[in-house]
């Protein structure tokens, strides 16, 4: 049994992990990251299959995000955006709802083929607006409704709350329910508002590949199982001794009994890869499915945003569902889904669509509460991160990591 002693060991190298480690590294304090896949990242994946770049299920990076530019040199990535807005698609018939300071060109398509009443869309510049004023922490206030709630005060038409914001947001929040708090969805409103929707060249990978130049040393392939006074036990058999011990796991609680409770507080997310020849025209939105008896929550084309994600003379179709932990057989699902998408989209030729790939992540997203105090907790020289402390997304996970790094750092240089 090997032993060693270090003054850092942060469990998980999710972007929670890698962006406190990177925190304590400019500021000379060396740490160690155990993470128990082969890879950095957690969440926040790509791999590669057949030529085509797959992130483990349909994400997208918000050039808006305030932690961005504390975090990683954004023109590494080399982002491309999606079209600011959808196309919102029923049983084949098609509308359109897009930002008009950012794509002037399609005013006309979003005036004369808008999805809901015209008094929806003089509610939503409104909404827009009072988001321009809700401060960075405005989504951690407590005193909350429902997104759904608070869109039906706001008297917006069930069309408009069915056709576009249950797939839209219902889709960012994996939660068709719109069961999550309107403050954290005035919150995000303003970032899809002042920001972009955008995929780096190489993936959502490269965000957290990115990070690990940053970070100290990492060990992949080593699983903490638990922890006993001040030493960390791992599955290979060896044991690692550290004054102060973060764990960055996500969801799994093994090794600290927990921040978070059980499976119940999470959401799941499905996504299914489809390959298919080149799109003659190009599509570079998001298309939203209002059918309420699809399957198909919206699909996009990453490989129309970033031209790595497919091989030449080819797309990639992402396909995110609406419901998740079935035991899915994939060619069962693939004509299941090519069926509907040739009702809600006749314009591509979907006959040349095939299997590729898909991803059911059960622990997709933390069911997250208004009102957390702090983005991390600390108890002793214990200190647990990530997104279902802070809030959940990425900007979430980087804050927390970042937040833990500053208070870690002060308490080092203080000598505790
Ligand atoms: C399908 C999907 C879509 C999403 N879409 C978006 C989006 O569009 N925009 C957005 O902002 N956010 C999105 N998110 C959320 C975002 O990915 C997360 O909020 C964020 O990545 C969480 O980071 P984290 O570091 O807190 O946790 P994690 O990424 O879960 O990292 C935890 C790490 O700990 C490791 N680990 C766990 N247990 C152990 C152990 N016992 N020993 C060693 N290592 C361990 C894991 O392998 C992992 O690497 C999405 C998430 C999913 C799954």
């Not at 929670?16 to 000379?28: M, P």
């Not at 990683?72 to 955006?81: A, H, M, V």
């Not at 499905?270 to 699809?294: A, D, F, R, W």
Request: with cysteine; glycine share 8%; aromatic share 10%.
């Amino acid at each position: 049994m090997n032993s060693s002693q270090y003054e850092v060991v942060i469990i998980g190298a999710g972007l929670a992990g890698l962006r406190l480690s990177s925190e304590l590294q400019r500021a000379g304090i060396q740490s160690l990251i155990v993470e128990k896949s082969d890879q950095p990242g957690g969440r926040v994946k790509t791999i590669e299959k057949e030529g085509f770049l797959l992130d483990l299920g349909f994400q997208v990076l918000l050039d808006s995000y305030d932690e961005l530019d504390k975090s990683i040199t954004i023109e590494k990535l080399d982002l491309s955006s999606f079209d600011s807005g959808a196309i919102l698609v029923n049983k084949g018939t098609k509308k359109h709802l897009f930002n008009p300071l950012k794509h002037p060109e399609k005013i006309l398509n979003t005036l004369f083929g808008y999805p809901g009443k015209f008094s929806d869309m003089v509610r939503i510049l409104r909404m827009a607006y009072r988001s321009v004023f809700s401060k960075n922490d405005f989504y951690a206030r407590k005193d909350s409704v429902s997104t759904r709630q608070f869109l039906l005060q706001q008297g917006f038409s069930q069309e408009i709350i069915d056709s576009f914001f249950t797939p839209f947001f219902g889709g960012v929040f994996l939660d068709p329910q719109l069961e999550v708090s309107a403050n954290y969805f005035l919150w995000l409103l303003d970032k899809f508002r002042v920001g972009n929707a955008c995929l780096p060249k190489l993936g959502m990978g490269q965000i957290a590949k990115s990070m690990t130049t940053t970070s100290g040393e990492i060990r992949f392939g080593e699983e903490a199982t638990s922890i006993v006074k001040n030493t960390i036990l791992l599955k290979s058999g060896k044991e690692i001794e550290a004054k102060w011990i973060v764990n960055a796991t996500g969801k799994e609680d093994v090794v600290f009994g927990g921040y978070v409770k059980n499976d119940n507080e999470f959401r799941s997310a499905t996504t299914v890869y489809l390959k298919g020849p080149k799109l003659t025209t190009s599509l570079k939105s998001l298309v939203l499915v209002g059918n309420p008896e699809s399957s198909i929550l919206h699909f996009s084309f990453p490989s129309e945003i970033q031209k790595n994600y497919a091989p030449e003379g080819f797309s990639l179709c992402s396909v995110s569902l609406k419901w998740s932990g079935l035991n899915l057989d994939p060619l069962e699902l693939t004509e299941k889904i090519l069926k509907e998408l040739s009702l809600e989209y006749p314009d591509i030729s979907w006959s040349g669509y095939s299997y590729l790939a898909h991803f059911d992540i059960p622990y997709a997203l933390p069911k997250w509460t208004t009102g957390n105090e702090s983005t991390f907790t600390v108890l002793d020289h214990r200190i647990v991160i990530g997104d279902h402390v802070a809030y959940p997304s990425i900007n979430g996970a980087l804050k927390s990591g970042r937040e833990a790094g500053e208070f870690l750092r002060k308490q080092i240089q203080a000598g505790m």
